[in-house]
């Protein structure tokens, strides 16, 4: 964590680093490696000083309409790191500012979730994928602040319409093994707080337990997808986080 923090690009002053690049890469190496010594309860006393400045002059809300929210993987994404950072922060210090700039994301996200395009599109053009993609990596923000998943009944019904006759949600996607596993975490995130198509729900998690299982090499690991032969390290991850998820 300390040569990773000690990196001169590292003390960069805002805006923050788009998501791409040597300075994406470096925040979200930092957060995710703090992330994972808090669970292990060994905390740092290291700070994520990419994103200071930026609460400090209370610009949450403007660097979140600066997303590309046409593209998932550089605007969710990125917030799904700014709230993991502020989390961080607001374990480390107790600082009020890190809380309010989490409540501000939540607010400024839960008023855009549902648009003319559809939920958890943020009135882009996105597939059903897409959409999902935004829930999954933004469902862990309403978690921490204690609020439901917003437009719950439609999210469930996107994601029960996704699943195919095999059991999966992503198959034949670019990244079905990360589309998989964003549908049962957020189903199963939605089953805790609605009984809305519970017996459905169950069901659709019974089918994708199977058809995972179907995959599984008899190493113990998993391939990319159903025609690739060699077992690699994230879908093998992914996978396994999916079956926790369901068990």
């Given amino acids: 964590v300390q040569f990773l923090l000690n990196q001169p690009d590292h003390l960069a002053s805002p805006p923050l680093p788009s998501a791409t690049g040597k300075r994406w890469d470096e925040w979200r190496q ?116 204690g609020h439901p998943l917003p437009a719950g009944g439609p999210l469930i019904a996107t994601i029960l319409d996704l699943q195919r006759f095999s059991g999966l949600f992503g198959a034949g996607q670019s990244d079905e093994v990360w589309a998989d596993l964003a549908a049962v975490d957020i189903l199963a995130r939605l089953t805790q707080s609605t009984i809305n198509r519970t017996a459905e729900v169950r069901l659709a998690m019974a089918l994708a337990l199977r058809a995972i299982l179907r995959q599984q090499r008899p190493d113990g690991g998993f391939a990319t997808n159903a025609q690739s032969e060699t077992c690699e390290l994230r879908p093998t991850w992914l996978r396994s986080l999916t079956l926790a998820i369901i068990a």
């Fill in 30 to 145: 930092s957060a995710l490696t703090l992330s994972a010594l808090h669970r292990l309860s060994a905390p740092s006393d290291a700070a994520l000083p990419f994103f200071k400045p930026l609460v400090e002059a209370g610009a949450v809300s403007a660097w979140l309409a600066s997303l590309d929210w046409a593209a998932p993987c550089e605007s969710s994404q990125p917030a799904r790191l700014m709230a993991v950072s502020l989390a961080q922060e607001y374990a480390r210090t107790g600082a009020s500012i890190h809380w309010q700039a989490l409540e501000v994301m939540g607010q400024w996200l839960s008023a855009r979730v549902m648009s003319e395009t559809g939920a958890w599109t943020f009135d882009q053009p996105l597939t059903h994928i897409e959409a999902l993609s935004n829930a999954c990596n933004l469902a862990p923000l309403f978690t921490l602040l």
